[in-house]
């Protein structure tokens, strides 16, 4: 079941550009039944209880592609699976006045299975294919309006993500070199393992935080997160919402707790500069809030702001720390997308852009 609610939406949105329908609604009925039927998927593995390991590939010795539902994805995976059919409804309404729209639910609903693919990755391997398989899927959703803005923005989100998920890639070699790349609560580096080698492993978790905070908008790496406002408003609530930023987010919360483990980090210069980032992150974000005039950027920028307090919190390295960040990580996404449906429906019935 797991495996039907990652590929339903993969393989229904790869199909979609091949059947020629008679008219949006066949279209919009299409793609909502596909949205809901994966949704359900999804809550019913959540509330069932029954969360089995499925190994979908195996590669070598100690890299497979592995999906299982634990108590983590639960949280992003039933917020994912709550949100996107909201986000398809709107985005069915909202489209009308934009071309292409068969290309469009194509990549918005293969953008559903793989966050849930990121959402259920077992190991870190996992993470980081579906990790870089995100920003493909979602990059021609910012290219959408192919003008000369859209290309920018689409160029700069691509060149941002591709730098961050190379960070996290050197995360990715030095745990299979001396520790594990399933997910263990705790961490999967020992003491025995990597004794000598502490400050070089914090220096590796500092790069793999970077990387991975790329998605989520963290100083300097966030620049490209105001650069897709461009992109139709079901998209940038997408982005800043639901999918792109929350994976981020998301990931570095596996990069601590799961990975590298507190034991090797807590209290160290590691610490420091993480929480140091995520705190200039959150102030920065705030006043270029405040200061931008143009409405979709300014929640981009607030969106920067609120995503470091999820940062910050699972920087803390407590069990309170986490539970914040879970916490914001749920309520900001419910936020957020309300936020931006009423920017979109501002834009469309005042064709106004800037707020004074």
Request: with cysteine; net charge positive; glycine share 8%.
């Amino acid at each position: 079941m797991l495996l039907a609610s990652i590929f339903l939406p993969l393989l229904g949105g790869a199909c979609l550009p091949l059947f020629r329908f008679r008219s949006r609604r066949a279209r919009s009925l299409y793609t909502g039944l596909i949205t809901l039927l994966t949704s359900c998927l999804v809550w019913a593995q959540i509330l069932g209880g029954a969360r089995p390991e499925i190994r979908l590939l195996q590669m070598t010795d100690t890299l497979s592609i592995i999906f299982r539902m634990d108590r983590l994805s639960v949280v992003f995976a039933g917020l994912i699976a709550f949100l996107w059919p909201i986000a398809v409804l709107y985005a069915h309404e909202y489209m009308a006045h934009e071309e292409r729209e068969s290309s469009f639910f194509a990549w918005y609903t293969m953008s559903y299975g793989v966050t849930l693919a990121v959402a259920c990755a077992e190991n870190y391997f996992t993470l980081y294919v579906f990790y870089e398989l995100l920003t493909l899927v979602t990059m021609p959703l910012v290219l959408h309006k192919k003008d000369a803005r859209s290309v920018h923005a689409a160029r700069k989100y691509l060149y941002y993500s591709i730098t961050g998920a190379a960070l996290g890639f050197i995360g990715l070699i030095f745990l299979l070199t001396y520790g594990r790349v399933d997910f263990l609560p705790g961490g999967t580096l020992t003491p025995e393992a990597v004794s000598g080698l502490e400050g070089l492993l914090r220096l590796v978790f500092v790069l793999s935080f970077v990387g991975f905070g790329t998605k989520a908008a963290l100083f300097p790496m966030h620049a490209w997160l105001p650069m897709a406002s461009v992109a139709p408003t079901p998209v940038t609530a997408l982005l800043h919402a639901v999918a792109v930023v929350k994976a981020g987010a998301f990931a570095v919360i596996r990069l601590i707790d799961y990975s590298f483990g507190t034991w090797l980090l807590e209290g160290t210069w590691a610490q420091t500069v993480c929480l140091l980032l995520a705190s200039f992150t959150i102030v920065y974000g705030s006043v270029m809030a405040v200061r931008e005039q143009h409405l979709k950027r300014r929640l981009a920028y607030s969106t920067v702001s609120n995503l470091s307090y999820i940062l910050m919190g699972a920087a803390l390295m407590t069990n309170a720390g986490l539970t914040g960040a879970l916490t914001h990580l749920v309520f900001h996404a419910l936020m957020k997308i309300t936020l931006f449906y009423c920017a979109g429906a501002i834009l469309v019935k005042t064709n106004r852009e800037y707020v004074q």
